[in-house]
């Protein structure tokens, strides 16, 4: 089944622990991104990645970083999580124009 | 800076009525406009697109209204159902495949 897995689904942290989300797609695709979605705030791109080894700033990059050393994978990585972190988060591929989410992780920084 | 406005941020219908959102954006360079479905507890995929070089698409009971001029385009959708109750978020393409998307709008449709 093609889809965008990602994990933890849930997590809930305390201030400045480093935490790592998992995203991982079986599509072959060469476009990655993250997303955070918050109320009244719709969704803002985060990350995003046109490939291998290249990624570059989205919307609201402070406070979080990603590497993409494989074509599938694409971790967020929050070094030291601060409470106005706690959010819904989103991975997701695209293949031309439409972009697949995964099921997205729900964090608290504490 | 949000470059995509949705509205509205809710809105409840009756089972069979029309849901209306709307979008506004002011970047002339978007040229794909697609809007997203999300469920509670999923994430958000892809419902409906269109293009800037056609003024409506449709498919079933969902139609985009688009109007280049007034930088402005809506999701229709007909003879709304309750299983329609989701948040609905519209979205432009800026470049590649980056999308900005709007705030959202949580419709609710009532039996």
Request: aromatic share 12%; glycine share 8%; proline share 6%.
């Amino acid at each position: 089944e093609a889809q965008v897995t990602q994990n933890p689904r849930y997590l809930i942290t305390v201030t400045g622990k480093k935490l790592t989300v998992t995203c991982s797609q079986n599509m072959n695709h060469e476009y990655m991104s993250w997303y955070r979605q918050d109320p009244g705030l719709g969704l803002r791109q985060i990350y995003y990645s046109m490939n291998v080894e290249v990624t570059d700033k989205g919307d609201v990059p402070e406070g979080y970083k990603v590497s993409r050393k494989e074509k599938r994978n694409f971790p967020l990585i929050l070094e030291s999580p601060s409470p106005n972190q706690t959010s819904l988060y989103f991975c997701a591929s695209s293949f031309r124009y439409e972009q697949f989410f995964g099921p997205g992780t729900r964090l608290t920084v504490l | 800076q949000q470059q995509v406005k949705q509205s509205p941020q809710s809105l409840i219908v009756q089972k069979g009525g029309i849901s209306i959102i709307n979008c506004a954006y002011e970047n002339t360079a978007f040229d794909y406009f697609p809007w997203y479905q999300q469920f509670p507890g999923k994430g958000p995929a892809l419902l409906i697109a269109i293009r800037p070089d056609v003024s409506e698409k449709k498919e079933g009971r969902f139609t985009i209204s688009f109007n280049k001029s007034a930088k402005q385009f809506s999701l229709h959708i007909m003879d709304s159902q309750p299983g329609d109750s989701a948040t609905y978020f519209c979205a432009a393409r800026t470049s590649g495949s980056r999308l900005t998307f709007g705030e959202g709008t949580q419709l609710t449709v009532n039996p």
